[in-house]
């Protein structure tokens, strides 16, 4: 379950705005949303600013006095999750849409931004404290206790199920607590994942702990090797992450990713392509079940179809998919990015425009519409014409993202082949797999008479 804090905030919207909607931190502003408010900076701030001044007849833009605490202009919430929740970016910004229209309701100004750039998921909220009608959101103790009871029904309805407390203990530990602990178990973890992507392209060891130090991190030469990330205490060993991180394996992976690439001659005997026929003539000869002999099947026709020749030229080829793969979705997430905001954008101009055609107004709508021209205004949206031409922008623009999308898409789909491949392969090379498709055979055996 995630943990929510807030910060009641007084003098430095603009800026908090700009820092959650950073496009580093929220996968290039792909993981943002809002309500009744613009998804930018300038926009979100011009926004909240017009319904706070109208309904608290105060500055939104008011300095602290001097003497007191001075009026709080938004709230920040954040909901993290631990990384044992195992959640997704997507699925905790779903969580925290829901969460927003649950907590705050549909008339409330909210900035929501999923930041991926920790090691822990976590999501920020900025609340207007006065809604579009007019409703005061007061932040407090008790508010806080009942926010995070919301918390906990929003993501048990997303399935993310609360840790079984022990003796009767609460799970609702401190904010503190719960980062140490979070920090303490997750620096080895980091470093391998750093290190897996500069495998994918350093030209050897020297050169991989060289880009470390321009991460940030420090790095130890001697004897043994020891790696510190950024903030981490105490150093640790390559060798203390694990056999495929010590300095002979890391050399080991670096050059087979090398000349494993360049092995692509059909004429040549493969041994990755052997090691699979053999397995799949051994698991025919044991007549086990034919999904095993059907994947076993697809994959070796992958091997053939893409020649493939070694298992390291299969992780010279992940590892070259993998950063494809990151190249290629900046590109989708910029192309959406901008799409979202141009039809947010045209969302409000045809609100605005429809209440326009009415013959009276509500104070609300009236209001609704003073928002909305003063964001279309920025814009220089002024006529159905205005309009118009923004629905082409928006038509040419997910036209030019198609085919990157598909791209991305073709990307993926052969970086999960290449990578069932590497599995599966590791999988037959540890000698007992057919022993071990033969006892699960048998179970599955078994229990199918016991079901009879």
Known sequence: MPFVKSKSIRATVQRSLTYILNPEKTDDLVLTSSLNCLTNPEGAYYNMKMVYERFSGKRFDEPIPKSGKGRVKVIHYIQSFAPKDNISPELAHRIGKAFALKVFGKDSQVVIATHVDKEHIHTHFIVNTYGVDGHKFNDNKETLRKIREESDRVCLAFGIKPIESKLGVSQNIDYNEWEHKRRGSSWKEKIRREIDKLVGYVKNVDELLAELEMLGYTVKRGKYI??????????????????????????????????????????????????????????????????????????????????????????????????????????????????????????????????????????????????????????????????????????????????????????????????????????????????????????????QRHKR
């Open 226 to 447: 020891s790696v510190k990330a950024p903030d981490q205490q105490r150093a640790v060993r390559l060798k203390t992450l694990g056999e495929e991180y010590t300095v002979e394996q890391l050399a080991s992976r670096i050059l087979w990713r090398d000349v494993g690439a360049g092995l692509n001659d059909p004429c040549e005997r493969s041994a990755l392509r052997d090691k699979y026929s053999e397995t799949l003539s051994s698991v025919q000869e044991v007549n086990v079940s034919h999904p095993t002999l059907e994947q076993l099947g697809t994959l070796l026709s992958i091997i053939n179809r893409d020649r493939l020749q070694s298992i390291g030229e299969v992780d010279g080829k992940i590892r070259t998919l993998e950063h494809e793969l990151e190249r290629s979705r900046q590109e989708v997430n910029i192309m959406e990015t901008k799409c979202n905001l141009l039809k947010s954008l045209a969302a409000q101009a045809e609100e605005y425009f429809a209440l326009m055609d009415k013959s009276s107004l509500t104070a609300e709508e009236q209001f609704r519409a003073e928002i909305y021209k003063e964001t279309l205004a920025q814009k220089n949206i002024e006529s159905l014409s205005d309009l118009d031409y923004l629905k082409d922008v928006i038509a040419e623009t997910e036209q030019k993202a198609a085919p990157i999308s598909e791209h991305y898409d073709k990307c993926a789909a052969l970086l999960k082949e290449y990578s069932d491949v590497a599995t599966t392969y590791e999988e037959i090379s540890q000698g007992d797999y057919i022993s071990k498709l033969i006892e699960q055979q048998r179970k599955q055996d078994t229990s």
